[in-house]
């Protein structure tokens, strides 16, 4: 199994520009170390504390935005004063003015830039954040769709799925469940998430006697990636559910023309088996910052 060429050059491209990297006039910000680590110089954004999280958000994307060409992937409560992205083995480094050449000096001269999140440098990383008020936010794994299908989990499904209905929400039903208060109370918050920079735009559904045991959503992070989240009732799980889910959701959103993506925490190994089990392959790690309340 691998993952796609198309995809992979496509996925390089987006995570370039998420990080600043990409489009013309901008070689000044841009160091390329020894060991093939990519830093970009971020640029000044105003002080978050004098806006909402939405203004501060929709800032720091429509100045990447104009800088790459390419709408990056912005999240609730990251801080762009460093973003690092490590994929097939080479590393991306967004960093805020205070902190870039120590971190072209440090994290440049990595022997192996793929190491960027073993523990040793990740502390070595948030002390250095800490002593300008942020710290390391979440470390996440990320897959992508490989080539080959899981021939005996689909055969597998069959008999899983016989037990319930599956079916697919577009965006406009998602957000009438959502007001009608379904999705409430931290229910599947996983997979229907709600957020104004990642709106939900479609979901694979179980229905068991009318009801939703299980839900995996796809949000539209930027304009050809939809990253995929999945939640199933506790009585329901252990049944490979999750994982029929996010497969039939995958396939749907490679026919729509764009590319599903995957995210857990790099500990959550549960998560893992099911994105494997559905046809995804790891592809690359990512550092988030955060600052202030966050």
């Known amino acids: 199994m691998r993952i796609p060429e198309e995809i992979l050059m496509a996925a390089a ?55 790459t060409g390419i709408r990056p992937r912005i999240y609730e409560g990251i801080d762009p004063f460093f973003r690092g992205i490590v994929f097939m083995g080479r590393s991306r480094i967004l960093a805020g003015e205070e902190i870039f050449d120590q ?44 080539d080959s299908g899981m021939k005996k989990e689909a055969a597998a499904s069959e008999d899983v799925t016989a037990s319930f209905e599956v079916r697919l929400l577009e965006a406009e039903e998602l957000e009438e469940r959502k007001n009608r208060g379904e999705f409430g109370g931290g229910a599947f918050r996983h997979a229907v998430c709600g957020s104004q920079f990642t709106p939900d735009v479609l979901a694979a559904a179980a229905v068991l006697d009318g009801r939703i045991v299980g839900i995996a959503g796809a949000t ?34 490679l026919r729509r023309g764009k590319i599903p993506f995957y995210a857990t925490s790099q ?6 088996d099911t994105a494997v089990s559905a046809g995804f392959l790891p592809a690359w790690s990512e550092i988030y910052v955060s600052s202030g309340k966050y």
């Open 220 to 253: 539209e992070d930027c304009s050809t990636m939809w990253q995929i989240g999945v939640d199933v009732e506790s009585g329901q799980r252990g049944r490979g559910i999750s994982s029929i889910l996010v497969r039939l959701l995958k396939d749907e959103i």
């Open 103 to 146: 971190c072209v000096k440090e994290l440049g001269s990595l022997k192996n830039p793929e190491w960027l999140c073993q523990f040793s440098s990740l502390g070595h990383l948030n002390a250095m954040l800490r002593r300008h008020g942020r710290n390391i936010e979440d470390v996440r794994l990320n897959f992508l769709p490989c």
């Open 267 to 272: 500990s959550h190994v549960v998560s893992m």
């Open 13 to 67: 491209k987006q995570l370039d520009a998420d990080c600043g990297i990409g489009g013309e006039g901008k070689e000044s910000r841009i160091v390329t170390a020894k060991n093939g680590t990519v830093f970009r110089r971020a640029p000044y954004f105003a002080p978050k504390a004098y806006m909402t999280d939405e203004a501060f958000g929709e800032l720091v994307r429509e100045t990447l935005e104009k800088e």
